[in-house]
């Protein structure tokens, strides 16, 4: 079933911010999911200290809607070392840096996060040569039963993995190899809000994120735990995806059946009963028929001036109707007349096809 455009912008919106909060919040960017949502939406307001998270999330938000423009568009995004040195230009935009830190130049001294050291100076720009040329190669190409998109999703992660080992830039070296993961998936036909669902991962489970990844660098360069780890919370990050597609769905869905069923019926009573029925949908739990005009202050007045007997009377018609289910003194919207039309979704569904 075809997303419809308000669905579809819905979830790009939630796991847009999802993935932007992710991967700045690992940085140690301190705006919740929520805040990062709100700014996004040009509603967050901040004391002029905090103004620098914010530039954080704008440069994550920019670079990726970029991305998206760019190949939306049919151009070609290659990967490069000068394109990575972009994507820390743009991740860096804007921020108060040390002053050996340049945004977008390789470093020319030594890093280290914790105890791991990144590779040395000299050696960066060789080596994000040979990286691109690894990843741009053949070896990448669909093969055995692993189509484009299953190989640009082991492809994304390890381009991750290996920018983390180099360490080539003197900051911002987490949030370009997370960017580059998101390149990776949107010019390989994924999803924006699936490309954007491992950086939610790595914030979630982050004492793991940071532990796979120096076990990694620890092990001589095994990449195995890592991309099981990866591809595991992608998977969970695509279910969570479909029971979140179904939901919003179900919502449009119920709305759209309540309005016209109540088409062409005039008079209050068939307003006030529409309107419980869009407000009662919202309650995940059934609720008592004598806290109906609290769902809502439409409701409310709705019923300020009326009788209980009234109130009982569609509460009544709308059970005669089946539009509701009616359990002693409490109610709740039948959504079963909604979900018989949506595809039948095991619980846990497998992989879907994300390039279709």
């Known amino acids: ?5 308000d669905v579809a912008k819905q979830l790009h919106a939630v796991y847009l911010a999802k993935g932007i909060w992710g991967t700045t919040a690992i940085e140690g960017n301190t705006l919740s999911e929520q805040e ?16 620098y998270l914010k530039q954080e999330i704008d440069n994550i938000l920019q670079e990726s809607n970029r991305m998206l423009t760019m190949i939306a568009g049919q151009i070609s995004i290659p990967l490069s070392p000068e394109r990575i040195k972009q994507i820390n230009a743009a991740a860096l935009k804007g921020l108060a840096l040390e002053e050996r830190v340049i945004p977008g130049r390789i470093r020319t001294y030594s890093v280290g996060v914790m105890t791991y050291r990144g590779a040395p ?15 741009n190669s053949e070896e990448f190409n669909p093969r055995d039963g692993l189509d484009a998109v299953h190989m640009a999703i082991l492809k994304a992660m390890i381009a991750h993995l290996y920018i983390e080992w180099i360490h080539p830039f003197g900051d911002g070296n987490g949030r370009t190899g997370r960017l580059i993961e998101v390149q990776i998936l949107l010019s ?3 999803p924006s809000p699936a ?3 491992l950086s939610n991962h790595y914030n979630l489970t982050r004492r793991d994120y940071l532990l796979r990844l120096k ?5 001589g360069g095994e990449v195995l735990p890592f991309l099981t780890y990866a591809l595991e919370g992608f998977l969970e990050g695509l279910r969570e995806q479909i029971a979140y597609v179904r939901t919003l769905q179900m ?6 059946y309540v309005h016209d069923y109540f088409r062409g019926q005039d008079g209050r009573s068939a307003e006030r009963q529409k309107w419980v029925l869009l407000d009662l949908y919202e309650k995940a739990e059934a609720i008592a028929i004598s806290e109906i005009d609290k769902l809502s202050p439409r409701l409310a007045k709705a019923y300020a001036n009326v009788s209980l007997r009234t109130l009982m ?5 709308l059970e005669k109707e089946e539009l509701i289910t009616r359990k002693g003194k409490k109610i709740r919207a039948n959504q079963a007349l909604i979900a018989q039309f949506l595809p039948i979704c095991a619980h846990h569904p497998p992989m879907p096809d994300v390039g279709a």
């Open 251 to 256: 919502e449009v869905m119920w709305v759209n």
């Open 36 to 51: 990062v949502r709100q700014h996004i939406e040009g509603k967050l307001e901040v004391p002029a200290s905090k103004e």
């Open 215 to 219: 076990a990694a660098s620890e092990s």
């Open 313 to 317: 009377r569609d509460v009544e018609s």
């Open 195 to 197: 490309s954007h669902l």
């Open 188 to 190: 390989a036909g994924v």
């Open 121 to 135: 100076a000299k050696d960066c720009e060789y080596l994000l040569e040979k990286l691109c040329g690894w990843l």
């Open 1 to 5: 079933m075809p997303l419809r455009p």
